[in-house]
Nanobody, 126 residues
Framework: QVQLAESGGGLVQAGDSLRLSCTVS????????VGWFRQAPGKGREFVGA????????LSGESAKGRFTVSRDNAKNTAYLQMNNLKPEDTAIYYC???????????????????WGKGTQVTVSS
């Protein structure tokens, strides 16, 4: 029943920034952690970052450290992935996902999540 919708992807040049949005239908949204993953052509799904349901803890994948930031606005039922200094290797489809309510563990693992968005394409040219 939970539905997610990503937006904000597009074609950018190396060094540019993008902010992806993930709108979640389930309420209370504040009770759900949110994770971000990406999948590049020919590769498996990679963890990018996550934020706990409390908002007090965040996780970042190794490739995203120092460049990407996960945040949330509970009043808007929306989570964000701010991506700075984009590189060609960041080209991928980006997905947001939510685990069961009040779950804050193993947020870097795909199997933690029950609900996924359809993804948004990010393409970075050199």
């Amino acid at each position: 029943q939970v539905q997610l919708a990503e937006s904000g992807g597009g074609l950018v040049q190396a060094g540019d920034s993008l902010r992806l949005s993930c709108t979640v239908s389930e309420r209370p949204f504040s009770s759900y952690a949110v994770g971000w993953f990406r999948q590049a052509p020919g590769k498996g799904r990679e963890f990018v970052g996550a934020i706990s349901w409390s908002g007090g803890n965040t996780l970042s994948g190794e490739s995203a450290k120092g460049r990407f930031t996960v945040s949330r606005d509970n009043a808007k039922n929306t989570a964000y992935l701010q991506m700075n200094n984009l590189k060609p290797e960041d080209t991928a489809i980006y997905y947001c996902a939510v685990p069961p309510i009040f779950s804050d563990y193993d947020l870097d693992r795909e199997l933690t999540y029950d609900f996924w968005g359809k993804g948004t394409q990010v393409t970075v040219s050199s």
